[in-house]
């Protein structure tokens, strides 16, 4: 029971920190936004690091690292995804592709997926068609420049980069704690700082957006937390059914904070992706 409930506050944890994410990108750059809140999370970890356990091979570290490199875009695109366009419908698309690539890369090394695993890579690809409907007015402009709805290309490059990142933390070791990812998160600051300081981008946050951008690393780091505490107390399985369901917090706060309307294709297409998350989770 304290397994499943722990996987709960990690789903819905995660959507929030996506929602207030996104939404602190909305008024600062993505790269502000998330140079300084995973600098919050970083402290979060910190706090939290020395209870789960300090104990990690090299090999541990250099997955963290490899992790890293993969989060620190996959968060840049999908708060860019999340600022610019539909947070009911990038969330979503992000959380489908992060879950079938891991089932790619499984087939790739000569494993044969269940066929509800199947069913729900079908069910993602046609979620990405739905999801992307637009009005009649945006889907002439979208034909005419022959480029997808805003938020939407972001929203698929997250996905499939979160995906790797899973697959690279799949290979650490369970007594490694939280140690990989320390390293991911000290790697994916540099990478986003360097960033930064290579194309001279500014990392100033409003100081009206500090609380959001804060709490969006402080939910992040959280999440993380809850579902490695979820892991080591219950089946992964089960676990990971529940975690992967985190676009619904995201949408809830959409639609009831910021009043998001979805059209009636682009709410098929999200019942679509959470029934896509669900086998591909239940999966075995």
């Known amino acids: 029971m304290a397994a499943v409930s722990l996987a709960l506050v990690c789903a819905l944890v995660y959507g929030a920190a996506d929602f207030f994410g996104g939404l602190a990108t909305r008024r600062d750059s993505a790269v502000a936004v998330v140079v300084w809140a995973q600098a919050v999370g970083l402290v979060v970890l910190l706090v939290a690091l020395p209870f789960l356990g300090v104990s990690a091979h090299a090999s541990d570290l250099w997955w963290g690292v490899a992790c890293g490199l993969a989060g620190g875009g996959a968060i840049m695109l999908l708060y860019r995804g999340l600022a610019i366009g539909t947070m009911g419908v990038v969330s979503p698309i992000t959380a489908v592709l992060a879950a079938a690539v891991p089932v790619a890369f499984a087939i790739a090394r000569g494993e044969r997926p269940a066929p509800l695993a199947v069913a729900g890579?079908?069910?993602?690809?046609?979620?990405?068609?739905?999801?992307?409907?637009?009005?009649?007015?945006?889907?002439?402009?979208a034909a005419h420049s022959r480029a997808l709805p805003p938020g939407v290309a972001e929203a698929l490059g997250a996905g499939i980069a979160f995906g790797f990142l899973f697959i690279g933390l799949a290979q650490t070791r369970s007594d490694a704690g939280l140690v990989p990812v320390l390293m991911m998160r000290v790697t994916s600051m540099t990478l986003v700082s360097l960033g930064a300081l290579l194309t001279r981008r500014s990392l100033r946050v409003g100081a009206a957006n500090l609380r959001t951008v804060a709490l969006a690393g402080a939910l992040d780091m959280g999440a993380n937390v809850a579902y490695v505490l979820?892991?080591?107390?219950?089946?992964?399985?089960?676990?990971?059914?529940?975690s992967s369901l985190y676009p619904a917090g995201t949408v809830a706060l959409a639609v009831f904070i910021l009043h998001e309307r979805l059209l009636r294709a682009q709410w098929v297409g999200v019942l679509l992706a959470f029934a896509g998350v669900l086998c591909i989770s239940l999966a075995r």
Do not use: Q, Y
């Not at 009005?135 to 402009?141: F, K, L, N, Q, S």
């Open 121 to 141: 890579i079908v069910c993602a690809l046609v979620a990405v068609i739905f999801v992307s409907a637009s009005d009649t007015g945006e889907a002439r402009r």
């Open 230 to 242: 979820a892991s080591h107390l219950g089946a992964l399985s089960i676990v990971a059914v529940i």
